[in-house]
C-alpha cells in the first residue's frame, strides 16, 4: 500500500471520527409528529460484532410460535491463511470499497456496506451471513428463484448503478466466497434473526411527512450526508454516501421503498446510534429522502407510468408519484440532483 493511499484513510478515518464524536451526544426524545419518542429503549439496537459463531436452534415464543435462530459470524481474526482465505479477504475488500475494488461494474459512489453495516456482519442491516443462508429463494423483484450470484449481482445493477459481473468472474466468487465465511455454522435454509431489515409489523403511527421528514434529516442525518443529502468527501472519496442525485442508488434498489428505508433507518441511523429515532420519525425522514430524484431504473422502458406499473406498483414506491409539484422518475441521470 502506498504512502499517498496510507495518507487518504487517515483522512477518511479521521473526517468519521470527528463526525462520531458529534452524534455521540444523547438522542433526542422530543415528541415527532407520531408521538412515539421513548420507545428506544424497547427499538432494536445494533449489535456489536462477537468473537465467535454461534447458532442456535429455534425455540418457542409467545403462543407457541417459533423464534428465529439467533446467530454471530466470527472475527475476522479467523479467516483462515490459506487460497480459500485469500478470496475471502477479497472479498471483504471489495465489500467494504466497491468503487476501489469493483470499479468497472460501479456506476456511482456507493459500496456494498453502506446498506449492509459493519461489513455484511451487523444484524437488522441485512447481514450477508443471513443472506447466504436463504439462497436459493423466490424474489416476487424478478418474479422467479433467483441464486445468491444473482442476488449479488442485482445489488450491482440497482443499488450500485452499475452493471452485474458475470457470474464465474473474481468479484463474484469473492463476494460469495465472504459472505459464505461469513456464515460459517450458520443452519442452512432458515431465517436467522437479525436477517434483511426488521420490517414485521413496522408502521407508520401516522402518514409519512415530507416536512416532518425534512426536519428530522435537518437535526440528525446532514452532520454525515451533507445538508444536499450529497454525502461527505475526503480526498475525493465518499465517507459517508451520498442519499438521493446522480452517485446515489438507482429507482430499482430497494432502499428507494419507503419501508426498506423506514427500518433500516429505525434499526440503525444516524450513525452509531440506532434505535434512537422514533418510529415516526424513521418514516417521515425515508419519506423525505426517498421523495428526491436519483438515477432511472435501469428497467425504464421510456414511460415512467407503464414502468410504475411494471415495476413499481406497490404503495412503498414513490416512483412515477407527484410530490411537491414534481412527477418523481422523470428526470435523466445528468439531472438527478
Same mark, same amino acid.
Given at each position: ?74 472475527p475476522a481474526s479467523s479467516i483462515p491463511d490459506d ?5 475471502? #479477504? ?48 423466490? #424474489? ?96 475525493? #472519496?465518499?465517507?459517508?454516501p451520498p442519499l438521493w442525485g446522480p452517485d446515489s ?87 438527478? #440532483?
Open positions: 500500500m502506498n504512502l499517498s493511499r496510507n495518507r487518504l484513510q487517515l483522512a477518511a478515518l479521521a473526517a468519521i471520527v470527528a463526525m462520531l464524536a458529534a452524534c455521540s451526544g444523547k438522542p433526542d426524545t422530543t415528541t415527532n409528529g407520531g408521538g412515539t419518542a421513548g420507545r428506544s429503549a424497547t427499538a432494536p439496537a445494533a449489535p456489536a460484532s462477537a468473537a465467535a459463531a454461534v447458532a442456535s436452534a429455534p425455540t418457542a415464543g409467545a403462543g407457541g410460535a417459533a423464534v428465529a435462530p439467533e446467530f454471530t459470524p466470527p487460497a480459500f482465505g485469500a478470496m475471502v #479477504r477479497k472479498g471483504e475488500q471489495i465489500f467494504t470499497d466497491t468503487p476501489q475494488y469493483a470499479s468497472a461494474y460501479v456506476g456511482n459512489g456507493l459500496s456494498c456496506q453502506n446498506c449492509h453495516l459493519d461489513a455484511g456482519r451487523r444484524a437488522n442491516s441485512a447481514p450477508m451471513w443471513a443472506a447466504w443462508v436463504r439462497y436459493p429463494r423466490f #424474489r416476487s423483484k424478478n418474479n422467479k428463484i433467483n441464486s445468491f450470484t444473482e442476488r449479488l449481482q442485482g445489488c450491482f445493477r440497482f443499488s450500485q448503478n452499475g452493471k452485474p459481473p458475470p457470474a464465474d468472474s473474481e468479484i463474484i466468487k469473492a463476494l460469495a466466497s465472504y459472505s459464505y465465511w461469513l456464515a460459517t455454522g450458520a443452519p442452512t435454509g432458515k431465517d436467522l434473526a437479525g436477517a434483511g431489515y426488521p420490517k414485521q409489523g413496522f408502521t407508520p403511527p401516522q402518514p409519512p411527512s415530507y416536512a416532518r421528514g425534512k426536519q428530522v434529516f435537518t437535526s440528525h442525518c446532514a452532520l454525515c450526508h451533507g445538508d444536499d443529502g450529497q454525502g461527505r468527501k475526503v480526498a475525493g #472519496r465518499y465517507v459517508f442508488f438507482n429507482w430499482g434498489a430497494g432502499m428507494h421503498q419507503l419501508n426498506n428505508a423506514a427500518a433500516f433507518i429505525k434499526a440503525n441511523m444516524p450513525f452509531s446510534r440506532g434505535g434512537t429515532l422514533s418510529d415516526q420519525q424513521a418514516w417521515d425522514v425515508a419519506m423525505y429522502m426517498d421523495s428526491h430524484e436519483r438515477p432511472q431504473d435501469p428497467r425504464f422502458d421510456g414511460s415512467v407510468a407503464e414502468t410504475r406499473a411494471k415495476y413499481h406498483d406497490t404503495k412503498w414506491s414513490l416512483y412515477g408519484k407527484e410530490v411537491n409539484g414534481h412527477l418523481l422518475g422523470s428526470l435523466d441521470d445528468s439531472t438527478s #440532483r
